[in-house]
Nanobody
Framework: VQLQASGGGLVQAGGSLRLSCVTS????????ISWYRQAPGKQREMVAR???????NYADSVKGRFTISRDNPKNTVYLEMNSLKPEDTAVFYC??????????WGQGTLVTVSS
């Protein structure tokens, strides 16, 4: 399984961005896709997760502002981010939980929110 994340950029506070995570390879082994983020000097944290059954969960800090969704025919998971705040600035990563195998990380995409 390979994951390709994209969509980061520079946005003003209050703005929006949509991140994409395209999966390839043995995608049938994936049981969930998560978005994590890591801000400078901080630990990586889970932001949102969507399972193969469509169940979602979010970090409290992003509830009501971020939405995770998937497009199965495109093997893509999205993270729609609205009402962005400077504290959302981080490198965002997608991560695949796999059945009977270790998880896989995608490369990061940088999101910078200016005040």
């Amino acid at each position: 399984v390979q994951l390709q994340a994209s969509g980061g950029g520079l946005v003003q506070a209050g703005g929006s961005l949509r991140l994409s995570c395209v999966t390839s390879g043995s995608v049938s082994s994936i049981i969930a896709i998560s978005w994590y983020r890591q801000a400078p000097g901080k630990q990586r944290e889970m932001v949102a997760r969507i399972t193969s059954g469509g169940f979602t969960n979010y970090a409290d800090s992003v509830k009501g502002r971020f939405t995770i969704s998937r497009d199965n025919p495109k093997n893509t998971v999205y993270l729609e981010m609205n009402s962005l705040k400077p504290e959302d600035t981080a490198v965002f990563y997608c991560y695949a939980d796999r059945r009977y195998a270790s998880g896989v990380w995608g490369q990061g995409t940088l999101v910078t929110v200016s005040s």
